[in-house]
């Protein structure tokens, strides 16, 4: 992971490099305390104080930088992160502001994947000095959660299966004091039938498991987060294009952001009772695969008729989902890279959020609005139901028809939360396409901040 700890500090009066902040409106009335000479190489940069421009101008035998935002008095989470992107190596403090929430996105800016190759375009890091000394591990956590959500994504499956998965929870719970539960072969088969049906043709290096890390103490609410943990998905018999199984190392996405999430939990020391779970599989192609027709049964007594082995991710969670309902939760969140409906729908940059409560949905999105991680409500219609009706089991795992694919793939998950229970489906890309400032191509954390505050909120002392 990206060593981040240095590139915010407390500001004791060291020698630093100043930041001014202005935005396109006050950019003339800002320019009258400039130097001429100072003036004039903004303007040879094109700086008009649009958000996200960064200009430097001479100062004496040094520089002053000069920072375009929306808003200086209500900084967003990645309105500094082009400075921290294309700034000289240095110390640098704000004049007249503090960095507040921008600091998450000055350090997400100095994101580099590098486990494969050295990024030779890296420059060297910028501190920034700031005197809210007391926000910093807050600060921190959450950019490191960010980050180690991009480096589970962009792990190549070949590393990143469901045994490297595996690794992941151990030293989740060896850093937390948490107890890990993990469960294999035919106790798998089971006690998680869906689970070991979609991971049963990979590889014995890759052979499918339910992770379960349990965390906190007895008399707390009980909080389940769920992942889904496809380590890489090939389609199984439905087969997927080369272009659609081109970026199938992020499917399992869903137990990067669980991960995550959970690990700020424990870091924060929550007063929640945790269980995170994970079923962590490969949906490979090989003789023991499951097949189109196919009648699966389920940790929950549902039978399930494939209509697609390409709808996969909704089994094995469907498994998951009854596990954590089994401990009597106040709140469950799973996290997984579903549906491409929800692509369609929403595009790359907002996560569906499927819930039942209201008002935990609107504390999701009041959360996700207040830490630049909005996510977007979908709804659970009782009008598409039908679409999961079966002639010969309880339910089929996908429609025949195009319709409301994400909503519907949110209903299917739905049979196997337990009846009553506060329940919260988020669909997620897990994948950035394209650069923006702070927010590198690839893997990528989407509802995570959204969750993370929410709970805070509902959870605190």
């Not at 589970?152 to 490297?164: I, W, Y």
């Not at 948490?178 to 869906?194: C, F, H, I, N």
């Not at 007895?218 to 389609?235: N, R, T």
């Not at 409560?357 to 139901?385: N, Q």
């Amino acid at each position: 992971m990206t060593d981040i700890q240095d590139l915010i500090q407390p500001d004791r009066g060291q020698d630093a490099i100043a930041i001014h902040l202005t935005t396109k409106a006050d950019f003339d009335s800002f320019t009258k305390s400039l130097s001429s000479g100072q003036r004039a190489s903004l303007s040879a940069q094109k700086f008009d104080g649009s958000p996200g421009a960064v200009g430097i101008a001479p100062d004496g035998d040094g520089f002053v930088a000069v920072g375009g935002v929306a808003d200086p008095e209500n900084l967003s989470s990645y309105c500094l992160s082009a400075l921290a992107e294309r700034l000289p190596e240095g110390t640098y403090r704000l004049v007249d502001h503090e960095p507040g929430a921008a600091a998450f996105g000055w350090l997400t800016a100095h994101y580099r994947f590098t486990r494969y190759k050295d990024d030779e375009s890296a420059s060297g890091p910028r501190t920034l000095l700031t005197s809210q000394v007391g926000r910093l591990p807050a600060f921190m956590a959450e950019a490191q959660a960010e980050m180690w959500v991009r480096d589970l994504v962009n792990t190549p499956a070949e590393d990143m299966g469901p045994a490297a998965i595996e690794a992941e929870f151990e030293r989740l719970a060896e850093a937390h004091g948490a107890k890990l539960d993990v469960t294999k072969g035919d106790a798998l088969e089971q006690g998680y039938p869906m689970v070991h049906a979609v991971g049963r043709a990979a590889d014995r290096k890759h052979a499918p498991r339910l992770l379960h890390l349990k965390w906190g103490k007895k008399g707390a609410p009980v909080l389940a987060i769920v992942g889904k943990g496809v380590c890489f998905d090939s389609g199984g018999l439905d087969i997927k294009s080369a272009a659609g199984m081109r970026l199938m190392k992020k499917d399992m996405g869903g137990a990067a952001h669980a991960l995550a999430l959970a690990g700020l939990v424990m870091g924060a020391g929550l007063k929640v009772q945790l269980h995170l779970i994970v079923p962590a599989v490969e949906n490979a192609i090989s003789g023991p695969a499951f097949r189109p027709g196919d009648v699966l049964s389920s940790r929950k007594g549902l039978s399930v008729e494939i209509h697609n082995t390409d709808a996969e991710g909704r089994l094995i969670l469907g498994d998951a989902l009854t596990r954590a309902s089994e401990e009597e939760p106040d709140l469950v969140m799973d996290f997984a890279t579903l549906t491409g409906a929800a692509r369609i729908a929403l595009g790359p940059d907002y996560a569906a959020m499927m819930a039942r409560e209201d008002a935990t949905a609107d504390a999701l999105i009041a959360a996700g609005k207040a830490h630049d991680d909005e996510p977007w409500r979908l709804p659970l219609p009782e009008a598409y139901r039908d679409y999961l009706k079966s002639d010969i089991a309880d339910i089929v795992n996908a429609q025949s028809n195009p319709y409301a694919g994400a909503s519907v793939a949110g209903l299917f998950l739905d049979r196997f939360v337990g009846e009553g229970i506060d329940w919260v489906h988020f669909d997620t890309f897990a994948w950035r396409p394209y650069p923006k400032p702070g927010r590198s191509k690839g893997g990528a954390a989407y509802g995570l901040r959204a969750a993370w505050h929410m709970l805070q909120a509902r959870f605190a002392d």
